[in-house]
């Protein structure tokens, strides 16, 4: 994990996803990975036996990397909420020993209203799509 991630999203264990920052530009995109262990508590439940990771957890993946393309330093005050999830799609099962590359591309910026395209992939096969809207608001507003 890498010290960029703590830095702009303010989740921690078990929560906090993404394994490592490969690319970014503030404002405009990032490019995260997740490396898929059996360790992961959703598998103790989800699926004994044939474990495959919850569409739930590849959007909250998404939204991560999201976080990381806004850009907004956690320390800072302000906290990115999940407001939106359109046109998702699961294309693909996602079990212990993939790989995602996660890409999350800010395509709109509005009085702190952010519109993200997110794509996930295992290898080279997308296995999850959607469109985030990620609301930037006080940290005092959600307390």
């Known amino acids: ?34 490396c898929v262990s059996h360790s992961e508590p959703v598998f103790q439940g989800h ?10 957890m590849l ?3 998404l939204a991560q990397t999201a976080g990381i393309a806004i850009a907004i330093p956690a320390n ?19 079990t212990p020993g993939d790989i995602l590359t996660l890409t999350a ?3 709109a910026n509005k009085m702190k209203v952010y519109k993200v ?10 296995v999850c799509q959607c ?5 930037v608001v006080s940290e005092n507003d959600v307390k």
Do not use: S, W
């Open 131 to 135: 469109q985030l809207k990620i609301i």
């Open 117 to 126: 395209d997110c794509i996930a992939k295992n290898e080279e096969k997308i």
């Open 1 to 34: 994990m890498t010290d960029k991630i703590k830095y702009f999203l303010p989740h921690r264990y078990p929560f906090l996803l993404i394994d490592r920052v490969l690319e970014d530009k503030a404002g405009e995109y990032a490019i995260c990975r997740k």
């Open 76 to 94: 800072q005050g302000l906290v990115g909420i999940l407001g939106e999830v359109t046109k998702a799609k699961f294309k693909g099962m996602v």
């Open 59 to 61: 959007i909250e993946m």
């Open 47 to 56: 699926f004994p036996g044939q474990p495959i990771l919850p569409g739930v």
């Open 105 to 107: 591309t800010v395509v």
